[in-house]
């Protein structure tokens, strides 16, 4: 193959993280409704349901990004693997998402990811610093957000 006519593993990699990045801010600031951002937490089915649909339109808008960049990039994404890498960002997301408004709790009815920062040596800034948590959000997001973009990558049709 020419360099021309394919793109290596690095830089698919490369334009998928930016990819699902951006999308995943977007999805987030712009996409998600704000009856779904208020409620994402909430305890019951009102909040789970909320979190998926903010979870749903959050892997749409990042599905359009990846199969409109695919095109036109000629990034020649597996849709199988790109697939794959949405779902591990959609169930990730979902996990964190689920903890909004909880980020301050430590006891065992908080969210198990809230018990983790907190056992991870994260408590005292959670309960002393309002921008933690969504700090801790965002960063999680982020984290797995690359490894979405390594499956996502993988090899070239």
């Given amino acids: 193959m020419h360099a021309t006519t394919s793109t290596t593993a690095a830089a698919r990699f490369a334009a998928v993280y930016a990819l699902l990045t951006a999308s995943h801010e977007v999805a987030d600031y712009w996409v998600q409704q704000d009856r779904d951002a208020v409620a994402k937490g909430h305890q019951g089915h009102d909040g789970r349901a909320a979190c998926a649909r903010h979870v749903a339109s959050y892997t749409a808008t990042q599905a359009l990004a990846l199969a409109g960049a ?3 990039l000629g990034l020649r994404l597996d849709w199988r693997r790109a697939a794959a890498g949405l779902t591990v960002s959609a169930v990730t997301h979902y996990v964190a998402d689920r903890c909004a408004g909880h980020w301050r709790e430590t006891g065992p009815n ?11 040596g994260k408590g005292q800034w959670l309960t002393q610093d309002p921008g933690a948590g969504p700090l801790l959000d965002q960063s999680w997001h982020k984290g797995w957000i690359a490894l979405a973009a390594v499956v996502a990558a993988g090899p070239a049709r």
């Fill in 70 to 72: 695919s095109w036109h």
């Fill in 110 to 120: 908080a969210p198990a990811l809230v018990r983790f920062a907190h056992r991870s």
